[in-house]
């Protein structure tokens, strides 16, 4: 941060954090408030100083703010910028002197002054911003911070024009902004400077960006027909604040204008590289002379038809724009030369009436502070209570009027000398007939400001109680500074004139050329100059007397001539309709479609609940056909059962049998035992009783005794077989389990039957509940080979097939219906 | 172990962890609830900016960990599109805890609410940091279904329905995400999102992927015709849900939706495909569409969710331009909006707390009574309008800039025409506020919000004043790195 950009922020900062911090003690005393609030306005005022001071001996200061919002914020000292910042912050000091005293008797003052210095740092960094981005920015601050001052009194009248104040300005700011942004685009900087030659290649484009800036700032300067808030915002506000608005804020409008039609829209690469398009600055220059001809009678009627002191003011302001913008159009029409008068005319006529329209709104103060009426119904003979105020007012009057002597008459003797020039050079009908309305417009000006004097001042009071007392010191003090100002630039036309031309010549480079001459050539103290004021004056007289014997002010209007029933309405309702009826009908329709889609999805939701239900069916009818199924088989299994148990009879009746057999067989045996061992006995017997032949019968015996031993176990062998199948048998009908556990050992001589009946069938049972089971599990093909191993086919092949049906039945059943069934 | 102890996934999982550590302690003392609540978005927050240096500087830190959830895994990466999505959700995260903490006294199932509160917190900041599209679409689904519990909080009869079109609409949005992901899958055997992206044949296929993300991201970002779910359910959250909700978790779907168009589909096959047409008809329904609505609206947080639709559509409309610096614009508006709208909720909240008024005729004289709320209020609506030197200002002059780049003066006038419908729904408010008067027989009080929740709010306001005000604006600066890294491959 350089000192280049601590002395041009300066003048930002200083009332931005006065404002701050009345913001911040806004319970404080009135006394702190109120210091904060002239010192950092004093501050402001000699930082401002300074910069119009450094620039007038050739140290342009500029600084940019790197990075700040991204762009960067660019600030920069320009002869008409810094010179009307010095204003501006001269005005505004006045402005908070006259506060001091004038809200006194307020309600909210912290809130006022607070808002009062805001908007001077936005109104400053307007003119010392070196960029139209940062130009914007502090055009936005000012627009917001001066709505709480506009709608300070907060009764009906000052929020409706508050409302329209702020919408009308935002609106217009975002226009701006368009036409700020694709400046930007198509040239590439944001910068004041010459960029005409970049938009060679999109003339349209160039139409599009001077329109919305010309809309934009025109907003703010009260063109017509985007004044409507103006007349309304201006008077309602408290005087100090009307005098800022009227005197200060509505030229950052004309500032902007100014600086765009005059840098921006040149060219910064030789006359050759325009020359396609270097008609259309031309063109809009003429369409700007004309609606700024247009602003300056409309205003006037206006202001002669209005019976509030404040009402003819700002009307009056309206009027003062055109005289501003009309020299601008026609400088920017003429080009080099001649339009170099005509626009140090506008700058002059801008400085002027900075000063004396900010002045007349306090002076006209002063009377409401006594009075606190605005209405000429219940003013009149003023100048008995107030001589001190009557004495400037008419001051100030006659300055707006252009009297020789008063502030006034240089700057309207320039216009109107650029008009008579410009209408004798270029023969051009419309300088012609613009010069003729200049005329008119002045006699309009003369006529309502003698209607407000002479309604106020001259005359008898009007009101019940005639009002005692006199202006408060500080007001006296703020008046008689302007009006000392106005005489004194009064005085010093010709010094007044050249100063203002060297001020505002800088940064564009086409005034610079003979300007300096064609300023020599102009007379001030001159018959002529002194009759192109006057005459307008006595038509004037002739206006007002006219209007008085018919009751001009008495005829209203009907209210659908205004420009706000012709155009604002319509389009601010118009566009509430479209919002409210199309657009919710549209976010309507949106969320009917939902609505449908959310039905027709329910009611197939119902539908495939239905067709679930029906599966549902299905499958219990199924489960129910696989429970009679089950039931059948459980039938059969009994059968099989019973099966079983008649087989186990069977089985039981043959074991009897062989039982029995076997008991004949043992009995053999044992009398077979018998036999031979009666036969030994005999033997025996026999070789006691022989001797000799003991040996011979033993022999015999023992022959016998084989013999027989022989027949024995020939026997023996023949009833094995039988035995062991026997054996064999009862043991696979107990095994149905298939466990053989003594299969390999020796036969013993008795078999003994350990399991009756009734267990066998238990066994098998429980056998083939363990084959279901192993079945479920797959693994009945591994149990079977054990089984067949074992099984006889020649006495059970019955039960082994019904076992074999009855698991393929069950794993049938099992394979089929296994879910629906279990 | 140690890939989970890095500041990276501490600052995504560690909110997973507290949620459940919540959970577990709040039986305990609603002062380790509230406490563990604030502290969980803190500390990722601060976890990380300590990234902030490094990834400003070029760095991009990537984490990978492939062993969960195989065979995709999961990848995180901090570049300058997630470092300020991850600042602006835990950051803003923070401040409406701290504010929650004080808002939730009056309310009920505060148990319920706190976990709920940072496990969405943990889906949102997965979200912003997530490096693929399978992590993802895994942390957008717990955001978005653990907000159902927040948007329902209230259990009123049109709390459930509220919720109830929202978990819809979201799990519908889910699915056409789930069905994009995996036509992405099938096109390219990849769900990473590569810098300069990689689909680049075009086809139904890739088509039917855009229009899925486009339906996905869409409900999730409130884009006119996917947005219905939003003013039921925004409206009916408590109100520092709302500000989440609308400030942070909207903010995922354009950045999902970023990421698709540059990081998974390249920008040529984005333009010879019209999707860029498509998501600038989009845009422009949901500006005109949430700007107009918004002012026909009397509930005063319905009027800001409706805002909220118009907003997202200038992001969409940043996007959908294909344009460097309307990139700029549109992830700066990220940050931007995420700042006011939270603002403006919680403003909104802290009237509604107090007054119990919701809706804007009865905020007459307000500002009288609630004085530093209802600046705060004043101050994030003049920058939703887009006054300078407020940051709503910054994000649409990029996006003009951005919009004419692109020849689209229509767009120009779009956004300007939106801002002037911001003022006409934001002014009135506060014109009542300060300037209107109370109803008849109501009786003046001070009562400011208690500084818990006032704090915040002035935090914020802080944000909107002077991020865009002092030179070394990081949100901007981000924005701009960011939108460069992603046309860096054009």
């Not at chain 1, 000429?376 to 107030?386: D, N, Q, V």
Request: proline content about 4%; aromatic content about 12%; charged content about 15%.
């Amino acid at each position: 941060m350089t000192w280049q950009g601590v002395m041009l922020l300066a003048p930002v900062i200083f009332p931005a954090l006065g404002g701050i911090m009345i913001g911040i003690f806004r319970n404080s005393c009135q006394k702190v408030r109120n210091s904060i609030a002239l010192v950092s306005s004093t501050l402001a005022l000699l930082s401002a100083a300074s910069v119009f001071v450094l620039w007038l001996n050739g140290a342009v200061l500029s600084h940019t703010y790197l990075g700040l919002l991204g762009q960067g914020l660019s600030f920069a000292s320009t002869g008409l910028g810094s010179g009307i910042a010095l204003i501006a912050a001269f005005v505004w000091l006045l402005a908070v002197v006259f506060a001091v005293a004038y809200m006194e008797h307020e309600h909210s003052p912290s809130r006022f002054f607070a808002f009062l210095l805001i908007s001077q740092a936005g109104c400053l960094g307007v003119f010392l911003s070196g960029d139209y981005f940062t130009l914007f920015l502090f055009f936005e601050v000012m627009t917001f911070a001066a709505y709480p001052l506009i709608i300070h009194n907060e009764d009906r009248s000052a929020m409706s024009a508050g409302n329209l104040y702020l919408y009308l300005s935002v609106a217009g700011g975002l226009v701006l902004l368009f036409g700020i942004i694709a400046l930007v685009w198509m040239s590439g900087t944001a910068q004041i400077v010459p960029v005409l030659e970049k938009f060679v290649q999109n003339p349209v484009l160039l139409y599009w960006v001077a329109g919305t800036f010309i809309v934009g700032f025109g907003v703010k300067a009260g063109l017509v027909p985007l004044h409507v808030w103006l007349p309304q915002a201006h008077p309602v506000a408290p005087s100090p604040a009307s005098a800022l608005l009227s005197g200060i804020m509505i030229k950052t409008g004309a500032y902007g204008i100014m600086r765009f039609l005059t840098v921006t829209l040149t060219s910064g690469a030789g006359a050759e590289a325009v020359a396609p398009i270097v008609k259309i600055p031309q063109t809009i220059g003429l369409v700007l002379a004309v609606v700024a001809i247009i602003t300056m009678l409309a205003g006037a009627v206006m202001a002669l038809m209005q019976t509030s002191m404040k009402k003819i003011l700002a009307y009056s302001s309206v009027s003062q724009m055109g005289y501003i913008i009309l020299p601008l159009g026609l400088a920017v029409y003429l080009g080099k030369g001649l339009g170099g008068l005509a626009y140090v005319g506008s700058v002059f006529h801008l400085f002027n009436h900075a000063i004396f329209k900010s002045g007349l709104f306090m002076m006209f103060g002063a009377v409401y502070l006594l009075t606190h009426t605005l209405d000429f119904e219940k003013l009149g003979g003023m100048r008995k209570i107030l001589p001190f105020t009557a004495a400037v007012a008419l001051i100030g009057s006659l300055a707006v009027l252009g009297m020789p002597g008063f502030s006034g008459f240089a700057s309207k003797t320039l216009i109107h000398d650029a008009l008579l020039e410009g209408a004798h050079e270029t023969h051009q009908l419309w300088i012609e007939i613009a010069e003729k309305m200049f005329v008119l417009g002045s006699a309009l000006t003369a006529a309502y400001f003698i209607k407000l004097y002479s309604r106020v001042f001259l005359g008898q009071f009007k009101g019940k109680h005639t009002p005692s007392g006199r202006e408060h010191v500080l007001v006296r003090g703020v008046t008689g500074i302007y009006a000392a100002a106005i005489l004194v630039v009064g005085a010093f036309p010709y010094w007044f004139t050249k100063f203002i031309g060297r001020v505002s010549a800088e940064g564009v480079p086409w005034l610079e050329y003979h300007l300096m001459e064609h300023l020599d050539h102009i007379h001030f103290w001159d018959v002529h100059a002194y009759w192109g004021v006057i005459m307008p004056a006595l038509l004037g007289i002739g206006i007002f007397f006219l209007t008085e014997r018919f009751h001009y002010e008495d005829w209203k209007p009907p209210v659908w001539l205004s420009v706000e029933y012709l155009v604002y309405r319509p389009i601010s309702q118009g566009f509430l309709y479209i919002c409210s009826r199309y657009v919710c009908g549209i976010e309507g329709g949106i969320a009917d479609v939902y609505e449908t889609s959310s039905t027709v999805s329910g009611s197939l939701i119902r539908r495939v609940r239905r067709i679930d239900s029906m599966i549902d069916d299905g499958y219990d009818q199924g489960s129910q056909v696989s429970t009679q199924l089950i039931k059948r088989v459980r039938q059969i299994d009994d059968m099989i059962d019973d099966g079983y148990d008649q087989g186990g009879q069977v089985s039981d009746g043959l074991i009897r049998r062989v039982r029995k057999i076997d008991d004949m067989i043992s009995d053999g045996y044992e009398q077979g035992q018998d036999a031979s061992s009666q036969l030994i006995d005999r033997a025996r017997r026999a070789s006691g009783e022989e001797g000799s032949d003991d040996r011979q019968n033993g022999s015999a015996a023992v022959d016998i005794a084989r013999a027989m031993k022989e027949v024995e176990d020939l026997f023996e062998k023949d009833q094995e077989p039988s035995s062991f199948s026997s054996r064999r048998l009862i043991r696979k009908i107990r095994n149905g389990k298939a466990v053989l556990p003594e299969a390999e050992e020796p036969l013993p001589e008795e078999v003994t039957l350990h399991s009756p009946v009734p267990d066998r069938s238990d066994q098998l049972v429980q056998a083939r509940d363990e084959n279901r089971d192993q079945a479920e599990q797959g693994e009945s093909e591994k149990a079977r080979p054990a089984m067949d191993q074992t099984w006889c086919p020649q006495n059970i092949t019955l039960g082994s097939l019904i076992l074999a049906v009855v698991l393929m039945v069950i794993l049938f059943i099992l394979y089929f219906f296994g879910g629906a069934a279990l | 172990m140690d890939r989970f102890l890095n500041p990276m996934a501490l600052a995504v999982f560690l909110p997973l962890l507290l949620a459940v550590a919540i959970y577990i302690l709040e039986q305990r003392s609603w002062r380790i609830r509230n406490g563990l609540a604030v502290a969980s978005a803190g500390i990722s927050f601060i976890l990380l900016a300590t990234y902030l240096g490094d990834v400003r500087s070029g760095a991009v830190i990537v984490l990978e960990l492939p062993n969960v959830l195989p065979p995709l895994g999961l990848s995180f990466r901090l570049d300058y599109l997630s470092m300020l999505g991850g600042l602006v959700v835990t950051g803003v995260w923070f401040l409406v805890s701290v504010y929650a903490t004080e808002y939730m006294i009056k309310e009920h199932a505060k148990k319920r609410f706190y976990p709920f509160l940072v496990l969405t917190l943990a889906g949102a900041v997965g979200v912003m940091l997530s490096a693929d599209l399978f992590t993802f679409f895994l942390f957008f689904e717990l955001m978005s279904l653990s907000a159902y519990v927040l948007v329902v909080h209230e259990e009123s009869p049109e709390a459930m329905r509220a919720g109830y079109k929202y978990l819809i609409m979201t799990i519908i949005g889910g699915l056409a995400l789930f069905f994009s992901i995996i036509a992405v899958y099938e096109m390219s055997g990849s769900v990473a999102f590569v810098p300069g992206g990689y689909l680049t044949q075009g086809g139904l296929l890739a088509n039917l992927a855009f229009i899925g993300f486009l339906v996905g991201f869409g409900i999730k970002a409130g884009i006119v015709p996917f947005h219905v779910w939003l003013p039921e359910a925004h409206p009916v959250a408590p109100s520092p849900a709302s500000a989440l909700l609308s400030g942070v978790m909207l903010k995922t779907g354009v950045i999902g939706l970023i990421r698709v168009t540059h990081q998974v589909f390249t920008i040529d096959l984005v333009r010879n495909s019209n999707w860029n047409t498509v998501m600038l008809v989009f845009a422009s329904v949901t500006i005109v569409l949430g700007s107009a609505v918004a002012i026909t609206e009397d509930d005063i947080k319905r009027r800001l969710a409706y805002s909220s639709i118009g907003q997202m559509g200038y992001i969409l409309l940043g996007i959908g331009l294909l344009q460097e610096r309307a990139m700029v614009g549109a992830i700066f508006h990220i940050f931007a909006h995420a700042v006011m709208k939270s603002a403006l909720f919680l403003t909104a909240g802290a009237v509604i707390y107090r007054k119990g008024k919701r809706s804007v005729k009865d905020w007459g004289g307000i500002g009288r009574e609630m004085f530093p709320t209802m600046v705060v209020f004043t101050i994030a609506a003049l920058s939703m309008i887009g006054i300078p030197p407020l940051i709503g200002f910054v994000s649409k002059w990029e996006l003009s800039l951005g919009a004419l780049d692109n020849r689209g003066y229509a767009f120009v006038g779009l956004l300007l025409l939106s801002s002037l419908m911001n003022f006409v729904y934001y002014f009135p408010i506060i014109q009542n506020a300060f300037f209107g008067n109370r109803k008849h027989g109501e009786k003046a009080l001070n009562i400011e919000a208690a500084p818990a929740m006032l704090v915040p709010m002035i935090v914020l306001a802080c944000f909107i004043v002077f991020t865009a005000l002092v030179p070394g604006n990081f949100a901007l600066d981000l924005a701009r790195k960011a939108a460069a890294q992603l046309f860096l491959y054009k």
